[in-house]
Each structure stands twice: as structure tokens, then as C-alpha cells.
């Protein structure tokens, strides 16, 4: 077996556990000691567990394969110094003739490559060459293929490794969390019945890790996903998990109504996904990601971003005589000979607009962001699952999975979206006192940075910040479950301060997070680390994404806002969660019965807030001459490194490369430094050494305050514009039901009813009588001959003898002769 096939099949082996061990926890639940097993949670830690390290294995066959050409980068500056002066070019050139600079760089052996014997370094596949190929075939319609695909890719081990390693950290957690589940009577002090009393019902701890593994194994189905279809199928199945997993507390109003609020406003995004897929399906006639090979001809057929990106990542675009412009289509081989297929230009505009769409309900994008603060009614490391590893992480990289097919247009809207959800989201989070709350606002913030990352060309740099965010969120969400769990489930930041005392660990975890996020870093210019500034993962990849942004705005001075507001907004995020940090863990108890029941958490909970810290503050290491973002670089499509010029066709575009990015990067660190650093120090003010009232300043500001804590009235402008309309049109719909609708049917009801009773009376009356007289009469006369039919003899003799006298009688009455 080679190294791609070991590759694969460690890989189905990671992707298949989690769904062996919801199989067995569904049906398996209640071995052993019933509901007070802890059955389901070892099975459900070893499956994910196991699967991280059979993902580890493939990364490690994956980079052998390669000579971890990968990992061989000269560094950074020297990197981006090579491309400083690269040639760019529009989408609409001919590519024909264009020497793709990087192609020869990554077909040449890397320095650490070239000292081995030729014969064995010439041996190393390209790391950028992805694996592809057909798990099973689902069915053929004509030319479509319906078939379970692989893509695999560095992207896809990375997110492997990260998401089991993130799963396996919250499953472990989950099994000192949910424990309060383990008995056959679970009081849920939340939910009451009619009569006012607690909701008493059994314990559901197996059926929680049951839906962990569900959820880990749609989430894993949509990394490995060789096609879009797939994706969309594991998409929905996703979808499924958080609706059960946002609802695990079923008998709660508000966990009900955000499990269908997370559910619908998820299926509004994905109806734009669906449009892009029908689009897809009719022009390109195929879903799949690398193409696929014929078993007959044993020939390969492009997949869709072959064919709608050349070589060097450009369009071919062709203008008609009618003005307008249309994409032509590749056969995805070198051979020259391209079927002229096309589509319209603005067609696939729709395709990316609407694939996008779906990015923006699952990621909780403006304008379908509200679902997910709501979400947070689900257990905290379904939280910590949902934000951080899996759910919302899943539009993201269905962006950065997708970006080839973006044009250039889609990529602003993309840009915009993710600019304004930022802003609007952190500017929420300030005044939020939910300790959960804060951190989904942040999410959604975060998000928002790498839609704009991806959108403004910074491919690498939007989908460094989902690695590292998974980190640093992720811990930051057990630790305010640890929290929660210590102030007997107290969520509000109000009546916490002072748990640094009781809760060193998660305090101190809880930091590091808070750093990582705030893009904290001691600056390069004062002192460095072998060359690295003193900083967590964080700084790295928000660092890149700002500098992708100045750059972007540079070659674009219009979209000015697309620096500015992520630069503002830094500040912005280091304020609101220094404010967590220090109203949590710092100053004096603000409610003296919780703080003196708070206290540390066992190390089954205390274990994985180690472990994340570790990760949140050096995964990435090196920022962008880290192994990270050069692992997430092989995978880079065609065309980003270098950048375009005069891309998209409905207005002037040009897209940063990576050397333009590279002369700003210094100095756009250094503005986001600052914002950073002054929003850690205001918060310090207001919350650390309270030189300032807060209290004040919400007094002084009540008209804003009142607005962002009412999330900007999005929930009351939603209300009005679909909810309250839906319930007029529902209203009238009923009323047209119940008076016209009914009143038709029970006229005729009322009709049939008395034709019925009179048919009944004729029945009776008539029918019925006239039968009756007939069987009385009939029976009157078989009554009344009975008289004459005795059986006795003698009288049958005396009316013979009678009857004889009677003929002589009449004989000689009527014959006298």
C-alpha cells in the first residue's frame, strides 16, 4: 500500500470512530449500571482519542511522503522577498503563455530535501498535489456522478488533527460536567411543569456523548468531503447535531426556542446553497473537488476548480457580441485542448454569492448572526464544541475550500460581510454580563475576521485565525464552564470578581486565552525569541489577517473601511475580554455566597484547560514562518501568492499577493499592536483598578448602552419584518380555515346530515314498511293455516269425509238429473 492509500485509510479510520461510537452509545446506552454508566463517555473519548491519533499518523505518513517539503521555508522575510516583485495579472488576461512562478517553486526540492541523495529526494511528492478519489458511487445521472469523494490535502490532516485534538479536550471535560446526568432523577431546577414544581426526568449522560460523536463524525464528513454535494449532505447533518445538542435541555422553553431559531435561520443561508449547487450541477456537470477517474477510459476528469481556474488561479473570460462576459471552462489537463464550455460571468457570481450564503448561517454572519448567542442554552462544552471546532468553523472553511471558485466581486461582498459582522458583534459583547455571552459574541467577531481575511485575498491568513481561534475559544469556553460549574451554574459576570483565589487554574487558563485573543505580544522591536516577537497564537494570526487588509486597501483605496474597522475593533476585542477576565477573576467578590462556594475543579475538568492553554498560546509559533501557517500555505490555491490585478468584472479590484502584504506587514502589526494594547489598558482602568465608574459611564450613555444590550435590535427588527408577519398571515390564514374553509365543509356536513336523516326515515318508513306489511301479512296467513295444518288424522279424515259430502252436495245441486 502506498503513502497516499495509508493516508486515506488512517484517515476513514479517524472520520468513521466517532460514528462507531455513536452506533454503540445509542444502542449500547444502558449496559451496565443503566443510567449512572460512564460507559458512553470512555467510549465516546476513546473514539474521538483514538482518532486524533490515527489523524497524527496520517500527518506523519503525509510529511514523510512529502520530505516535509512543507515545513522547509527559508523563513518568512526571504519568502515573501522572492514574490515582492512578481508579476500580478487580471482574470480576464490570457494565461496561456504565463510562467507560473509558483509551480516552480514548489516542484524544486527544498534546501532540507536537496541535501539527501538525489535518487531519494527526487522520491518526495508535491505537498500542494491534494489526494483525491471515490469512496462509493450513490448514483449516476447521465453525465453526474452522485459518489462519496476524498480530498485530502494539508488543510484537511490539519483540521483532522485540530478537531479531534479540540473534541478529545471536551469530551474529557464533559465527563466532570455532565456528571450532575448521571442518576435515574434528574431535577432540572430550570423548567418547571404546570403546576409550578421541577421538571424531574431521567439522567441523559450517554445520550449526550452520543451526540457529541454524531457531531464530531458530520463535522469530519465535511473536512474529508471530495464534492460539494457531500459537503452539503454532512452540511445538514451538522446542522442536525447542533439542533439536537442546542436542545439537550428539551424541557426548557428558551433551550427549545434556540435549538429552532439555530435550525431555521441555518436552512434561510442554505437556500442559497442550494441555488449554487443547482448552478453548479448544470454547468459544470460535476460536483467534485479534484475530479474524477473513469474506470473505463482511465481517464480523470476535472473537477470544478480545474475548470474554472487555469494554472496560475486566473479566469479565462471572453467577452460576446452582446456585451456580455462569460467564464470559459478547462478540461483540467495540460493538453491544451479545452472544451469550449462556458458560463455566463454573473452566473457564477450566483454560484459563489449563494455558496456563500450558507457560510453565513452556519458561521452566524451578518445578517444571521443572532442565532448564535442564543445557542449558548445547550451545555457549555457543546459550546465550546459548536464555536470553536466544528459548527461555526464549518463556514469558514467551506469559504476557504471554495475560494477558487469566488470571483472577485464575491470575495468583496465576502469581505464586507465579514467587516461589518466583526464590528457589530464586538461592539454587543461590550455590555454583555452573560460570562457565555461575551464569548459567543467574541466568536461571531472572530468569524467575522476570517470572512474578511479571505475575502480581501488573505487565504492563509483566514484560515490561520479558524486553527488558532479553535485553540484559545475553545478554552476559554471550558474555562467559563469550570465557572459556571463552581458558582453553582451562576452565569452572570455581575456576581462574580475575586475567583483568581478560589480558581487558579481556570483563572490563569483563562488568561492566556484572553491574551491570545486580544493579539497581545511584547513588540519585535523591543525584544525577540530567535527572531520571534514574545507572543501567543493570537497576535500571529490577527496580525495577518490586519496586514492583509492594509494591503488590500492600499491597492484599493475605496474599501479605506476594510482596515479601519478590524483595526478599530482589535482595541475593541482586547477591552471586552480583559473586562471578562478582570470582573471574573479579579477585585472583590460582588456576591459573597457564590464566591464562598466557588472552588477548583477536579483535574478530569482542571486537565484539558492545561492542555488547550498550551496550544492556545504556542500553536503558532513562528506566525508565519511557523510550521502552522506553512502547512495551511500547501494547500493555497492557485493565484493567491501572486495576487491579480484588475480582477471581477463589474468594478475595478486588485487583490494583494504575498509580497505586497509582506512590505506592510511591520507596520500594520504595529497599529494593531496599539488598538490592543489600549483596549487591555482601558479595561484595566474601568474593571482592574477602577479608576473609572463603569456604572457612570453607562449612566452617562444609557441611550447606547440600552441599544447594544439590545443587540443592535436586530432580534425587534427581525420580529417585525418575519416574525409578526408571519403571525398576521398565519392569523388570516386561520381565520380563512376556520370561517370559510370549515364553514364550506360543515354546510355540506349539515347537508349530507339531513339528507341522511330523511333517507333514513324512507328506509325506514317506506322501505322498511312496506317489507314489514308484506312479512306481517305473510306471517298472519302462515299463522292462520296453521290452524288447518295440525297433523292430526282424524280431523284430516273428517275434512275428507266433509269435502266428499260437500262434491255430492254441489253435484247434485248443479246436475238435479
Not at 483525491?132 to 449516476?140: D, H, I, N, P, Q
Not at 456585451?323 to 472544451?339: F, I, K, R
Not at 459611564?697 to 425587534?716: N, P, T, Y
Request: glycine share 10%; proline share 4%.
Amino acid at each position: 500500500m502506498n503513502a497516499p492509500d495509508i493516508i486515506y485509510v488512517l484517515l476513514m479510520i479517524a472520520w468513521l470512530l466517532p460514528l462507531l461510537g455513536f452506533a454503540i452509545e445509542v444502542f449500547g446506552g444502558y449496559w451496565q449500571s443503566g443510567r449512572q454508566s460512564r460507559t458512553a463517555a470512555k467510549m465516546a473519548v476513546g473514539c474521538i482519542a483514538t482518532g486524533f491519533v490515527v489523524s497524527v499518523a496520517a500527518f506523519v505518513v503525509w510529511g514523510n511522503h512529502t520530505g516535509w517539503q512543507a515545513f522547509a521555508s527559508t523563513g518568512h522575510d526571504e519568502h515573501h522577498a522572492e514574490h515582492a516583485d512578481e508579476h500580478t495579472h487580471g482574470d480576464g488576461e490570457d494565461h496561456a503563455n504565463h510562467n507560473h512562478a509558483d509551480e516552480e517553486e514548489h516542484t524544486e526540492p527544498s534546501p532540507a530535501v536537496a541535501e539527501k541523495p538525489d535518487a531519494v529526494a527526487h522520491t518526495y511528492a508535491d505537498p500542494h498535489q491534494p489526494i483525491s478519489g471515490v469512496m462509493y458511487t450513490l448514483a449516476k445521472f447521465g453525465s453526474l456522478n452522485l459518489s462519496m469523494e476524498y480530498y485530502i490535502d494539508s488543510l484537511t490532516i490539519l483540521m483532522f488533527m485540530m478537531v479531534t485534538l479540540i473534541a478529545t479536550c471536551i469530551h474529557v471535560f464533559a465527563i466532570g460536567y455532565m456528571s450532575d446526568e448521571l442518576t435515574d432523577d434528574y431535577v432540572d431546577h430550570h423548567a418547571h411543569t404546570r403546576d409550578g414544581k421541577h421538571v424531574h426526568r431521567p439522567g441523559r449522560f450517554y445520550r449526550f456523548f452520543s451526540y457529541l460523536s454524531l457531531f464530531c463524525f458530520s463535522m469530519l464528513g465535511i473536512v474529508i468531503a471530495g464534492n460539494i454535494f457531500q459537503v452539503f449532505v454532512f452540511w445538514e447533518l451538522v446542522g442536525i447535531s447542533s439542533y439536537l445538542l442546542i436542545g439537550f435541555y428539551v424541557e426548557r422553553k428558551t433551550a427549545n426556542v434556540a435549538a429552532n431559531k439555530a435550525f431555521i435561520m441555518n436552512r434561510v443561508g442554505d437556500f442559497g446553497f442550494l441555488i449554487g449547487l443547482m448552478v453548479v450541477w448544470t454547468y459544470f456537470g460535476t460536483f467534485s473537488f479534484g475530479g474524477l477517474q473513469d474506470a473505463e477510459s482511465d481517464e480523470k476528469s476535472p473537477g470544478v476548480f480545474a475548470m474554472v481556474r487555469d494554472a496560475d488561479g486566473g479566469l479565462t473570460v471572453e467577452k460576446q457580441e452582446d456585451g456580455t462576459s462569460v467564464v470559459v471552462l478547462h478540461d483540467g489537463t495540460d493538453s491544451g485542448q479545452e472544451e469550449h464550455r462556458t458560463i455566463p460571468y454573473w452566473l457564477l457570481v450566483v454560484v459563489g454569492l449563494g455558496v456563500f450564503g450558507g457560510c453565513v448561517g452556519k458561521s452566524a454572519q451578518f445578517p444571521l448572526q443572532t442565532w448564535l448567542p442564543d445557542a449558548m442554552e445547550g451545555p457549555t462544552p457543546v459550546s465550546a464544541l459548536v464555536h470553536s471546532a466544528t459548527m461555526v468553523a464549518a463556514g469558514v472553511y467551506l469559504a476557504g475550500r471554495f475560494y477558487p471558485m469566488f470571483t472577485a466581486e464575491v470575495l468583496l461582498v465576502i469581505a464586507y460581510v465579514g467587516c461589518i459582522t466583526l464590528f457589530l458583534a464586538a461592539t454587543i459583547a461590550i455590555v454583555a454580563t452573560d460570562i457565555k455571552r461575551v464569548l459567543a459574541y467574541s466568536t461571531i467577531s472572530q468569524l467575522g475576521y476570517m470572512m474578511l481575511a479571505i475575502g480581501v485575498a488573505g487565504w492563509g491568513a483566514g484560515l490561520f485565525h479558524l486553527i488558532t481561534h479553535a485553540f484559545f475559544k475553545s478554552l476559554m469556553f471550558l474555562c467559563s464552564g469550570s465557572v459556571i460549574v463552581a458558582c453553582h451554574h451562576e452565569q452572570e459576570m455581575t456576581e462574580m470578581g475575586g475567583l483568581r483565589k478560589k480558581m487558579p487554574i481556570t483563572a490563569y487558563a483563562m488568561l492566556v486565552g484572553v491574551i491570545a485573543i486580544a493579539g497581545l505580544a511584547i513588540p519585535p522591536d523591543l525584544f525577540t525569541v530567535a527572531g520571534n516577537p514574545i507572543s501567543f497564537s493570537g497576535f500571529h494570526s490577527k496580525d495577518a489577517i490586519v496586514a492583509t487588509s492594509l494591503a488590500h486597501t492600499q491597492l484599493n483605496p475605496v474599501h479605506f473601511l476594510l482596515f479601519l474597522v478590524p483595526l478599530v475593533t482589535a482595541g475593541i476585542t482586547a477591552f471586552y475580554m480583559f473586562r471578562l477576565w478582570f470582573m471574573t477573576f479579579a477585585g472583590k467578590p460582588r456576591n459573597q455566597h457564590v464566591y464562598d462556594h466557588a472552588h477548583e475543579n477536579p483535574w478530569v475538568m482542571a486537565g484539558p484547560l492545561v492542555v488547550l492553554a498550551v496550544f492556545a498560546a504556542f500553536c503558532a509559533v513562528g506566525g508565519e514562518s511557523g510550521p502552522l501557517y506553512q502547512m495551511i500555505a500547501s494547500s493555497e490555491p492557485a493565484g493567491v501568492h501572486a495576487g491579480l490585478e484588475n480582477a471581477g468584472r463589474f468594478g475595478q479590484m486588485n487583490l494583494p499577493g504575498h509580497g505586497i502584504i509582506h512590505d506592510v506587514h511591520a507596520q500594520a502589526g504595529r497599529y494593531a499592536l496599539i488598538s490592543a494594547v489600549a483596549g487591555a489598558v482601558l479595561a484595566y482602568l474601568l474593571y482592574g483598578w477602577g479608576i473609572v465608574n463603569p456604572a457612570e459611564i453607562k449612566r452617562q450613555l444609557a441611550g447606547l448602552h440600552h441599544f447594544l444590550v439590545e443587540k443592535w435590535q436586530f432580534d425587534r427588527l427581525y420580529d417585525v419584518l418575519f416574525v409578526r408577519p408571519v403571525h398576521v398571515i398565519a392569523a388570516g390564514i386561520a381565520w380563512i380555515d376556520r370561517t370559510i374553509i370549515d364553514g364550506i365543509i360543515h354546510g355540506f356536513a349539515k347537508v349530507a346530515v339531513a339528507v341522511s336523516r330523511w333517507d333514513r326515515w324512507f328506509d325506514e318508513k317506506a322501505i322498511d314498511g312496506l317489507v314489514n306489511v308484506v312479512g306481517d301479512t305473510t306471517y298472519s296467513v302462515g299463522r292462520s293455516l296453521s290452524h288447518v295444518q295440525t297433523g292430526r288424522m282424524r280431523q284430516y279424515v273428517m275434512f275428507i269425509a266433509v269435502g266428499v259430502l260437500a262434491l255430492f252436495v254441489l253435484m247434485f245441486a248443479m246436475y238435479p238429473a
